[in-house]
């Protein structure tokens, strides 16, 4: 397969959460898998999600598709084929009008998103273009269900070296997590460590300042701060690192 992939790809480093190894993951990932993957030049998908006014976004949008298209047309036009978009798309980022154009080409597009259970309430209006979800969360299974969209439960994309897979030739048992904390995986591993799971959790944000901790454990998932969250990312649109 030939696969046009969209993953937060620059032209320039911003200055936005960390974001660049999703690239690598899907490169080295789709290499290894023996097909070709191909990024539309000269367009930063990743400038997309800085913080942009309404009509600097709207700006960005236009140029970012319109040179997308463009480029489409050109490489099907000369005989290459693209036999799928592959994409990593926040709500701002999405044009579903030339997501559209692209199906009419006879390109399916399959978009992946990572925070759903994190930012939205429900699946954002300018997700419903796309033919297919890539969704690793389980919890975000039924917000699609119910948006009548077809999903791809699957994993995070990840890619790790050869070299670095095989495993240890001794092993102690430990049970460990590596990742940065936020109030979500608190809130998991406050339940597994209260069922007993002998769990060690290392990674940015997991031991506090003891004067903050009355702040954080407010920070549970009501409803009403996934539509806080839901509307910050709208006005200040920023991607999240899952780790």
């Not at 070709?36 to 367009?43: A, F, L, M, T, Y």
């Not at 990572?114 to 039924?142: I, K």
């Not at 070299?163 to 240890?168: C, D, F, G, L, V």
Request: aromatic content about 12%; hydrophobic content about 40%; charged content about 25%.
């Amino acid at each position: 397969m030939r696969i046009l992939l969209s993953c937060l790809q620059e032209l320039r480093r911003h200055s936005i959460p960390a974001y660049g190894f999703w690239a690598n993951y899907f490169r080295k990932g789709i290499t290894e898998a023996g097909h070709e993957w191909v990024e539309v030049p000269n367009v930063d998908w990743a400038e997309g999600c800085t913080p942009k006014s309404r009509e600097e976004l709207q700006g960005w949008r236009d140029a970012a598709w319109t040179n997308a298209l463009e480029w489409i047309r050109g490489e099907l036009d000369s005989g290459r084929k693209i036999d799928l978009f592959l994409s990593y798309f926040f709500p701002q980022q999405t044009d579903p009008g030339a997501i559209v154009e692209i199906q009419k080409r006879g390109i399916p597009c399959v978009n992946f998103f990572c925070d759903n259970v994190r930012e939205f309430t429900r699946v954002p209006r300018e997700f419903h273009s796309f033919n297919l979800h890539w969704v690793p969360e389980f919890e975000a299974l039924s917000l699609y269900e119910q948006a009548g969209l077809k999903t791809c439960f699957a994993p995070m994309p990840c890619w790790v070296p050869k070299e670095t897979r095989s495993p240890a030739t001794t092993e102690n048992g430990q049970v460990t997590f590596i990742g940065s904390s936020d109030h979500l995986r608190r809130a998991l591993f406050a339940k597994a460590l209260s069922l007993g799971a002998p769990i060690k959790i290392v990674g940015a944000g997991w031991i506090e300042d003891p004067s903050a901790k009355t702040e954080t454990s407010k920070k549970d998932r009501s409803i009403a701060s996934v539509v806080r969250n839901q509307a910050k990312i709208m006005r200040n649109p920023l991607p999240i690192a899952i780790m």
